[in-house]
C-alpha cells in the first residue's frame, strides 16, 4: 500500500506535485525532499512533502 502525498514548493509555497510513499518509508516517518522544477519561480527548488 502506498500513500499519496503532495509536494509543495519551499521558495513560493504552490503545491505543484503529488507522487507516492512506500508503506516502509512512512513507518520510519522520513519527509520527501525533491528537488523539482517550480513553473511560478522559473527554476528548479527543493520541494517538501505537505498533506
Given at each position: 500500500?502506498?500513500?499519496?502525498?503532495?509536494?509543495?514548493?519551499?521558495?513560493?509555497g504552490?503545491?505543484?506535485?503529488?507522487?507516492?510513499?512506500?508503506?516502509?518509508?512512512?513507518?520510519?516517518?522520513?519527509?520527501?525532499?525533491?528537488?523539482?522544477?517550480?513553473?511560478?519561480?522559473?527554476k528548479?527548488?527543493?520541494?517538501?512533502?505537505?498533506?
Amino acid at each position: 500500500m502506498a500513500e499519496i502525498v503532495t509536494l509543495e514548493c519551499e521558495a513560493c509555497g504552490e503545491r505543484n506535485y503529488s507522487t507516492t510513499k512506500t508503506k516502509t518509508m512512512m513507518q520510519q516517518r522520513v519527509k520527501l525532499h525533491l528537488k523539482k522544477y517550480c513553473p511560478r519561480c522559473r527554476k528548479h527548488v527543493a520541494h517538501k512533502e505537505v498533506k
